[in-house]
C-alpha cells in the first residue's frame, strides 16, 4: 500500500478536463511541496508539475496543480489521447523518506 | 540538457547483488544542486524511491531497504551506482535512475529528469 492515495484510474473524453487527487498526511503533503510526474509504460517518467503547481519549460498549461491541507490534485484540461498515461504524486515524508501515490491510470475515451 | 542512462545485468540470482550504474550526460555529478537517485517500479505496482547520493558522498536511503542498499558516486566517470544485497524475487522491478533537484529552501525537491529505466529479474 502507498503512504499517497490516488485513484486507480480516471478517464474522460477528449477536450474535456479530469482531475486526479493525491491524499496523504501531515507527515508528508501538510508539510511539504508536491510533484507530479507522467509515466507511459517503456519511457522515462517525465516532470509535470514541482512545488505544488509550478510548470518546468515544455509543460503546456493544460496541465495544473494545486495543493490544500493534506491533499493535492493534478488537473488536465482539453485532454488528448496522447495524455493517456500513468500519473504519479511524489513528496517527502518526515519518517519515510522519498514518497510515491500508487498512480493513476488516465484514459482518454 | 541532462540525460541519465542506466545499464546493468537484466538477470540476478536470488541471495546475490544487484548491481547497476547510471551514466550522466550533459551534465556533472558534481553540480551542487543535484541528488542523484535511484527508484524502482515492480510490475504492476507503483514508484518505490530507493535512495539518493550527493556528489560529496553524503546518502539517504529508504529506511526499508536501507539495511540492503548501497549507493556510490564516481566522480571521474560522471556516473553513479546502486548495490542491493540479498535479492529476492520482490525486488524483481525496472530500476530507474534520476535527478533530484534539491530545493534547500524547502528541503525537498523534484526528480527531473529521469532514464529510461531498466528491468532487472531476480530468477535462479
Known amino acids: 500500500q502507498s503512504v499517497l492515495t490516488q485513484p486507480p484510474s480516471v478517464s474522460a473524453a477528449p477536450g474535456q478536463k479530469v482531475t486526479i487527487s493525491c491524499s496523504g498526511s501531515?507527515?508528508?503533503?501538510?508539510?511539504?511541496?508536491v510533484s507530479w510526474y507522467q509515466h507511459l509504460p517503456g519511457t522515462a517518467p517525465k516532470l509535470l508539475i514541482y512545488?505544488?503547481?509550478k510548470r518546468p519549460s515544455g509543460i503546456p498549461d493544460r496541465f495544473s496543480g494545486s495543493k490544500s491541507g493534506t491533499s493535492a490534485t493534478l488537473g488536465i484540461t482539453g485532454l488528448q489521447t496522447g495524455d493517456e498515461a500513468d500519473y504519479y504524486c511524489?513528496?517527502?515524508?518526515?519518517?519515510?523518506?522519498?514518497?510515491f501515490g500508487g498512480g493513476t491510470k488516465l484514459t482518454v475515451l | 540538457q541532462v540525460q541519465l542512462q542506466e545499464s546493468g545485468p537484466g538477470l540476478v540470482k536470488p541471495s546475490e547483488t544487484l548491481s547497476l550504474t547510471c551514466t550522466v550526460s550533459?551534465?556533472?555529478?558534481?553540480?551542487?544542486?543535484?541528488?542523484w537517485s535511484w527508484i524502482r517500479q515492480p510490475p504492476g505496482k507503483g514508484l518505490e524511491w530507493i535512495g539518493y547520493?550527493?556528489?560529496?558522498?553524503?546518502?539517504n536511503y529508504n529506511p526499508s531497504l536501507k539495511s540492503r542498499v548501497t549507493i556510490s558516486v564516481d566522480t571521474s566517470k560522471n556516473q553513479f551506482s546502486l548495490r542491493l544485497s540479498s535479492v529476492t524475487a520482490a525486488d524483481t522491478a525496472v530500476y530507474y535512475c534520476?535527478?533530484?533537484?534539491?530545493?534547500?529552501?524547502?528541503?525537498?525537491?523534484?526528480?527531473?529528469?529521469w532514464g529510461q529505466g531498466t528491468l532487472v529479474t531476480v530468477s535462479s
Open positions: 534520476a535527478s533530484l533537484q534539491f530545493e534547500y529552501s524547502s528541503g525537498w525537491g523534484w526528480f527531473d529528469p
Open positions: 550533459g551534465g556533472s555529478v558534481s553540480s551542487g544542486s543535484n541528488y
Open positions: 547520493i550527493y556528489y560529496s558522498g553524503s546518502t
Open positions: 501531515s507527515s508528508n503533503i501538510g508539510n511539504n511541496y
Open positions: 512545488d505544488n503547481n
Open positions: 511524489g513528496t517527502w515524508d518526515s519518517s519515510l523518506g522519498v514518497v
